[in-house]
């Protein structure tokens, strides 16, 4: 069957996490800082072989009446190509709210922001959001 994906793309790091082999349960993994759209494919590619990836998900930002926006639809175009390089269908769900609901999550430590740890905790959001509605 393999594990899900989840990213939750921002400017600044890409949180992601990973299902389990029976895609019931998700785990946050960690956040990639944003380099370049290279780097950030190269470690996609990395996780994807090493977790034994068959789907990824996404998270996109959608407008309050559910319209894209620029973001989303810069969004879809990196998944496009995730598509295409790794040969893996795409999954797109709305990250309304997800990094709100990610922080609330979090104990408050000054530093959270920088290690990255709400972004992976907004991909878990993703994530589960993609399997409940499954």
Same mark, same amino acid.
């Given at each position: 069957m393999g594990k899900i994906l989840a990213l939750? %793309? #921002?400017s600044k790091r890409?949180?992601?996490?990973v299902s389990d082999e029976s895609q019931q349960m998700a785990f946050p993994r960690e956040s990639i800082l944003?380099?370049?759209q290279n780097k %950030?494919?190269?470690?996609?590619? @990395?996780i994807v072989k090493e977790e034994g990836i068959s789907l990824i998900v996404i998270g996109v930002p959608l407008g309050e009446d559910n319209?894209?926006?620029? #973001?989303?639809?810069? %969004?879809? @175009?990196? #998944?496009e190509k995730l598509a295409r390089l790794f040969m893996l269908p795409i999954s797109y769900v709305d990250e309304f709210g997800s990094t709100q609901e990610a922080l609330s @999550? %979090?104990?408050f430590r000054a530093d959270r922001r920088k290690k990255g740890g709400d972004d992976a905790i907004?991909?878990?959001i993703i994530l589960q959001r993609y399997i409940e509605s499954r």
């Open positions: 939750d %793309i #921002g890409v949180g992601y996490a944003v380099v370049s %950030i494919i190269e470690r996609l590619r @990395k319209e894209e926006t620029g #973001g989303s639809l810069k %969004i879809r @175009k990196l #998944g @999550k %979090i104990p907004a991909a878990l």
